[in-house]
């Protein structure tokens, strides 16, 4: 497989369109998560608020009371200040119908009143948020730039996609430190209904990795549904991303080195590892699930990483308490099997067997 000059040509411009955008101007492109609460929760809380106001408005009132007139000439009263704050807070105005007695000014605060601050909530309130959805979206957006360091950039959430978030949410990484990126709408609500922030857009193009924070992420995960697309994925995120751990999947195993030279640091076949565990599964079936437990995390066996402890420096791996399957030393790993590995080093990593339940 070869990568077209004119999709290479495209990828050195670089086209900072998108992430040169203020944040207002990318609503719809890129999503961050919302926190939804309860509807009722909601409500109250705008029922406060609007009592608190009417509170307020009463207490300046009652204060410079003198500086108002009634039609029935005395001086106004707390309950007079409340319900001159009603209606002037709800716009309702006042002069051609005046409730005169106290009772009736009583009657008028206590049931019209909140008649009127829920029209108001369920009007003016709904309204209001419509129009201001926009702004704090955008506002949101800028922020979540501005901030966004270390996370992890997940390309396609197919079927591939949506395992390896899984995988890094089991192995204790913040569903906020996942980022999608898609051009299929519904695939993205999907991941938003997840919790994950979204872009949408092609992440051949440099400025939609860029808008993802491609340049600040610790590591990619290429899982498209095209090999070529997937190179070209890698091409771009190399270049924005330097030091980013790239991971990519592919379907065929010969284009495994063009993954390499675009700058993966590891390549899954997806095709020949599905293909082995079909053969496994016709004479082996055990060893099939044996090998799904221990790639499944949250239940059974799991595969596993941690350092190595002080008092097993200079013993060798075989004889540990855990299942050990290979060192990984200066980022290369080893097997269990290998002359290197006979006595363990105080800055080896052990990949190892543990209980998914502890």
Request: hydrophobic share 45%.
């Amino acid at each position: 497989m070869t990568v077209p000059k004119g999709r290479l040509r495209q990828l050195r411009g670089l086209d900072e369109t998108l992430a040169a955008q203020p944040g207002h101007l990318l609503v719809g492109v890129l999503r961050i998560p919302e926190n939804l609460g309860s509807p009722i929760r909601v409500v109250a809380r705008r029922f406060t608020i609007a009592l608190l106001l009417l509170f307020a408005a009463t207490l300046v009132v009652y204060l410079d009371r003198n500086g108002y007139r009634d039609v029935r000439g005395e001086r106004l009263t707390f309950l007079d200040c409340l319900y001159f704050s009603a209606v002037s807070l709800s716009t309702t105005g006042y002069g051609d119908i005046t409730p005169y007695t106290e009772a009736a000014r009583l009657v008028n605060t206590v049931i019209f009143t909140p008649l009127r601050i829920a029209f108001l909530v369920v009007l003016v309130g709904t309204t209001l948020e419509l129009l201001s959805e926009r702004s704090r979206q955008g506002w949101k957006i800028q922020r979540w730039r501005n901030k966004v360091r270390n996370h992890t950039i997940v390309i396609g959430y197919g079927t591939k996609g949506k395992r390896a978030v899984e995988a890094r949410v089991s192995d204790e990484a913040a569903v906020g430190e996942i980022v999608v990126v898609d051009t299929d709408r519904g695939a993205l609500e999907h991941a938003a209904t997840a919790g994950l922030v979204t872009v949408h857009g092609d992440a051949t193009k440099s400025d939609v990795l860029r808008l993802a924070g491609a340049q600040h992420a610790s590591s990619i995960i290429v899982a498209t549904n095209r090999d070529d697309t997937a190179v070209l994925v890698t091409l771009t995120a190399r270049e924005l991303a330097p030091k980013a751990r790239i991971v990519a999947s592919i379907r065929e195993a010969e284009n495994s080195h063009l993954l390499q030279q675009s700058g993966a640091d590891s390549v899954v076949v997806s095709s020949e590892t599905a293909g082995r565990l079909l053969g496994l599964a016709t004479t082996t079936p055990t060893v099939v699930e044996m090998i799904e437990d221990l790639l499944t995390p949250d239940e059974g066996l799991a595969i596993a990483e941690r350092e190595v402890e002080q008092s097993e420096v200079g013993g060798s791996p075989r004889h540990l308490r855990d299942i050990v399957l290979g060192v990984v030393r200066d980022g290369r790993l080893l097997r269990i099997g290998a002359p290197e590995v006979d006595a363990i080093e105080a800055t080896d990593r052990l990949l190892y067997i543990r209980n998914a339940g502890h």
